[in-house]
């Protein structure tokens, strides 16, 4: 299996702050790389697909980039509703592995 | 609007047997691959079974592979998972999710989960 580690496990920032997140993946993946949002009690949200590519309805503070093995979550500024939790998937190969997240904290 | 609606979780001793169904609405449901996706409690993402959309081809995580089976009926717009020999580690939230039309292989739309709690 195609192994997705995420750095950091966790983070603090404040409102209007630029988080950036990180995903790296145990093989080359292409573009094969999806993030999703999630809140606590909530099912997850596609937020972004094939590595940039910004899902419908999705704010465009959400950006995302990489190729191959290294790919980064980037919130340009950090909205009060934007505090959940983050994980990367990729979808290269099955089964399709998830990150283990990163929870954004407020500070 | 596309809705999918998962049912059926609950409590049930360990070794005991559950069926959860998910009901697909707002789409071409015969036109997706459909996953099962499990959270255990405080825990990641797992994708333990996909079906596609004719339903002729299934996928197990190796962790469920031999006790869950994934099928579908189309003609009733509605996913299945049946769990047999089930365990403690099996306790999570299931959610079922849609294969987008991206090409991607991502999940764009996801139920609101099923909390299945296996336990003595």
């Known amino acids: 299996d195609i192994q997705m580690t995420q750095s950091p496990s966790s983070l603090s920032a404040s409102v209007g702050d630029r988080v950036t997140i990180t995903c790296r993946a145990s093989?080359?993946?292409?573009?094969?790389l999806n993030w999703y949002q999630q809140k606590p009690g909530k099912a997850p949200k596609l937020l972004i697909y094939a590595a940039s590519s910004l899902q419908s309805g999705v704010p465009s503070r959400f950006s995302g980039s990489g190729s191959g093995t290294d790919f980064t979550l980037t919130i340009s500024s950090l909205q009060p509703e934007d505090f959940a939790t983050y994980y990367c998937q990729q979808s290269f190969r099955s089964p399709r592995t998830f990150g283990q997240g990163t929870k954004v904290e407020i500070k | 609007e596309v809705q999918v609606l998962e049912s059926g979780g609950g409590l049930v001793q360990p070794g005991g047997s559950l069926r959860l169904s998910c009901a697909a609405s707002g789409f071409t449901f015969s036109s997706y691959a459909m996953t099962w996706v499990r959270q255990a409690p405080g825990k990641g993402l797992e994708c333990i079974s996909t079906?596609?959309?004719?339903?002729?081809?299934?996928y197990y995580a190796d962790s469920v592979k031999g006790r869950f089976t994934i099928s579908r009926d189309n003609s009733k717009n509605t996913l299945y998972l049946q769990m047999n020999s089930l365990r403690a580690d099996d306790t999570a939230v299931y959610y079922c999710?849609?294969?987008?039309?991206?090409?991607?292989?991502?999940?764009?739309?996801w139920g609101q989960g099923t909390l299945v709690t296996v336990s003595s």
């Open positions: 093989q080359t993946i292409s573009i094969y």
């Open positions: 079906i596609t959309d004719s339903g002729g081809s299934t």
């Open positions: 999710a849609k294969d987008s039309s991206s090409g991607w292989r991502n999940f764009d739309y």
